[in-house]
């Protein structure tokens, strides 16, 4: 077991602020160490529930859940803060002490061509930039943080929907290297033009996703003309309150402007199945994570796309103009 979640920092942090109640979010690869949890709560007298709903990110703290079980703090592991939830919410990053070395030697090849390389990271190995650019510097490379852009804890941290910090720096870099999952990677792809190399610290093994871009934005555009065809439209919103990607009011009305018929929506969670019930929908807008249209599309019985994509659909930005700002 290569995870660390510091928990005599959590408990110093838990005796600082002296909750009597608790709610507690795992990230869903950490679910299974519910059990390890309990009993640092219990010891310091602390009641603790575990919320059995999806964590898929920071911007998701479970403020609505809290709310209801009237607990005192949400306690919030696998990730760093996203932004100031309007509800007393405690970050615990978690480490991943895995050794890096082999999986940085497996990406030299993939770099023989390129000097100045861009870095970003996944929250978990944060603790191992130094020696990372160390190890780069050894081998002749130059390392260039992702800046601290939008919603990032830090310099070359990386979340899925957070790219303006890669954008930053794309004149100054040769490529991009991604230490995280392909979830990372791809919103990368998408986000600069630059190569992406991704070293998949959970698959053990290194890509150049090179040719995953142009594969995706064909997906998209298809999914942008299909959706020109809708007739009758769902906006959907979540009340995830760090999941608010554009106007809903400003949609309805360009979709009246164009003589489509909207429909609002709001959901918890969006899934296949939820929308399956409303049968009389052509095609969606979700103004929750952008990840959700890009990347499990396929899942989906009806079209879905993006705010920004939606502007494309409605003639307001050209295609070429959202590229430049990145899809993401």
Known sequence: MTLNFETDQLIKELKKRKPKKVLVQLAEGIKQNATEFAPIFDELGIEAIF?????????APAIQEAEALGVDLIVHFGHAEFFKAPFPVLYVEVRDEMDLTPLLKKSLPFLKKYKKLGFSYSIQHRHELE??????????????????LGHVAYEGHIVGCQYAGLKSIEQEVDCFVILGNRFHGMGAVLSVDKPVILIDVYNDEVKDLSGLRNRILKQRMASIEKFREAKNVGIIVEIKPGQKFGSPKYLIDKLKE???????????????????????IDAFIELACPRIAIDD??????TIITFKEALIALGVKSWEEMLRIGLV
């Open 297 to 302: 599309f396929a899942k989906y019985p009806r």
């Open 51 to 59: 919320s059995g709903e999806t964590e898929w990110g920071a911007c």
């Open 131 to 148: 020696n990372i650019k160390s190890f780069y510097e050894k081998n002749k490379k130059q390392i260039m943080l992702s800046k601290k």
């Open 258 to 280: 164009q003589g489509k018929n909207p429909v609002l929506i709001t959901m918890n969670e969006l899934t296949p199945d939820k929308i399956l019930n409303f049968y009389n």
